[in-house]
């Protein structure tokens, strides 16, 4: 066997010879309705979505979730009883009951949700909690997922998550059950 070198020039002289790439294909399309197609899509996923949002959250949450305890909010619609940035690690979340936060971009074809370390302080405070709550603008919705990969949010962050529903687990015949690990229940509140 040759040098280092030796072997790198004989795969430069028989490599195959360059062509383009394939023009990706243009999936951006509008749906009429991306509310409807985002809470349709985020049910099949046992995921929950509110289109008029409550009066007032803070009583919502309330009602909503009356053993909960320790609540996390990042967002000042709601306060909470936990501030994520008095969370010392990754593991310290575990015990939440319900995480309040508010989401830059929706993707109406997958019922999906964004959250980014931007949003969230602690990264794990979306999915260690018991209960989770996201705030999400009508107008921060994608018609697919090609349109969220490129939007700003996304690409701006270090840490970036795209959220579908409590996380499922299907056997062999078929049953899914939710949760499986994760969260219990995902409430998305459209709201400005």
Known sequence: MGTREDILTAIRERRPPSRELPQIPDFH?????????FAAALARLDGNTITQPPDDLQQWLT?????AQRVCSTVPEAA????????????????IDVTVVRSPLGVAETGSILVTE????VNTIATLAEHLVVLLDPVDLVDNIHTA???PSFQDAAYAVLLSGPSGSADIGGVTVHPAQGVTTLTVILTP
């Open 149 to 151: 990969y490129s939007h």
């Open 63 to 67: 009602r909503t979730f009356p053993h």
């Open 118 to 121: 931007k949003e969230l302080g």
């Open 80 to 95: 909470g009883t936990i501030n994520p940035a008095e969370l010392t690690d990754w593991a310290a979340p575990a015990d």
């Open 29 to 37: 399309h509008k749906a009429d309705d991306l509310t409807g197609l």
